[in-house]
């Protein structure tokens, strides 16, 4: 049976988004029972207790809809971060505010500028609205954020910028966004994705996005996550900070109920964590140097990185050390979809999961000579 009828034209150029493969999944597929992850970008801690002490309790409230908004979350967040409410907007994670950005503001035919290597979601993002997406090769496999500012144009609607990025883990200076900013048509809406901000805070020169350039420029849009630093992946919950004018079209178009109830009252909790936080951010910071030299022993080539992973240029293929890791238990991420076949990204676990990776790393290389 064919189809009969025919999806949008440009679904063509859309390639699904390739998450990190699941323990799960290489379980069955494998037969193994213990299988690492360092796929996703997760954090070895787990998740926030107190927060999740919270998830708990509201279990029994599981038969009635969550309040549409996340109005208690996105009041939290205000508090949290000195804002008005209206300056907040919650997301069944930044994904889906990456979509509604898109959603809310690209028409087909208008621009979208987005780094070489910038996070995947955002061209493909574009592209499912029809956009011209032009594409700015990094320098230093660091956004070029002076290229960028040029690319853009009156046609521009969203210039994307992942700081750090993912997946090459390198990050922008406070100078080099406040010069972009300073370039940019003002109708041109610069989308700050901060992900992994926490895991950068060590680095003085990284940016102060939040209040400062939100207050600055009505222009600015800063995406968080509760995904990494606050370990509550599993729950999809992300917000956006900016102009409440801005915020008000991606609510227009957001989900009636996007954020369900135990996530919205977790995430409350995980924002007072925050000694959760800085263990999350030691954990990584401890390991992050002494992991890249043992991977530097083993043959790789390592950026050095301002989140909780690594960007490697392997002495195989990637896609071969991903499949010959799997067989040993341990999953990284591949960059094919980046068209970059000698890279991988690896997260970095717990001192145990880093550990096991080494082992396989070993087993399967060797120390080259
Ligand atoms: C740069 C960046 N932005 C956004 C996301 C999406 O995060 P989430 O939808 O879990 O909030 C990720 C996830 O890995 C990311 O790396």
């Known amino acids: 049976m064919g189809l009969n009828t025919s999806p949008r034209r440009c679904l063509a150029s859309v390639i699904p988004y390739a998450p990190g493969k699941s323990i799960a999944s290489v379980q069955r597929e494998l037969g193994l029972k213990n299988v690492v992850k360092l796929a996703s970008n997760e954090n070895p801690l787990g998740p926030s207790p107190k927060a999740m002490a919270v998830y708990r309790r509201v279990e029994k409230q599981c038969h009635i809809y969550p309040e549409g908004a996340s109005p208690e979350l996105r009041q939290a967040i205000a508090r949290f971060h000195k804002l008005a409410p209206e300056q907040v907007l919650v997301g069944n994670g930044s994904d889906e505010l990456i979509r509604y950005l898109c959603e809310a503001f690209v028409d087909p035919e208008d621009e979208v500028v987005v780094s070489q290597y910038g996070f995947i979601r955002f061209r493909q993002q574009a592209l499912l609205m029809g956009a011209r997406v032009i594409e700015v090769p990094m320098v230093d496999w660091t956004h070029d954020l002076e290229t960028m500012a040029k690319a853009a144009s009156a046609r521009t609607k969203l210039l994307f910028v992942a700081n750090p990025n993912n997946p090459t883990g390198t990050y922008n200076t406070e100078d080099e966004v406040r010069r972009l900013l300073k370039t940019v048509p003002r109708s041109t809406l610069v989308v700050l994705d901060e992900a992994y901000c926490q895991f950068a805070g060590e680095w003085d020169d990284y940016p102060t996005s939040i209040p400062d350039l939100v207050r600055e420029h009505d222009n600015v849009v ?128 717990s001192r145990d999961q880093n550990r096991q990776l080494l082992a396989a790393l070993r087993q399967l290389i060797g120390v080259p000579v």
Not at 246 to 252: A, E, H, I, M, T
Not at 286 to 312: H, I, K, M, W
Not at 316 to 344: M, N, S, T
Request: hydrophobic content about 45%; proline content about 5%; glycine content about 8%.
């Open 222 to 349: 800063v995406l968080r996550t509760f995904s990494k630093a606050y370990g509550l992946a599993g729950l999809r919950v992300g917000y956006a900070v900016a102009d409440p004018e801005v915020l008000s079209w991606l609510d227009r178009i957001r989900m009636p109920f996007n954020v369900n109830l135990p996530a919205q009252q977790a995430c409350i909790e995980a924002l007072k964590d925050a000694a959760f936080v800085r263990r999350s951010v030691s954990v990584v910071s401890t390991a992050r140097a002494p992991l890249a030299a043992s991977l530097r022993e083993l043959g790789f080539s390592v950026q050095d990185s301002a989140t909780n992973f690594l960007f490697v240029k392997c002495p195989i293929p990637g896609r071969e050390l991903f499949k010959g890791l799997l067989k040993l238990g341990v999953i990284i991420r591949p960059l094919d979809e980046y068209g970059l076949k000698e890279h991988a990204r690896i997260s970095i676990g």
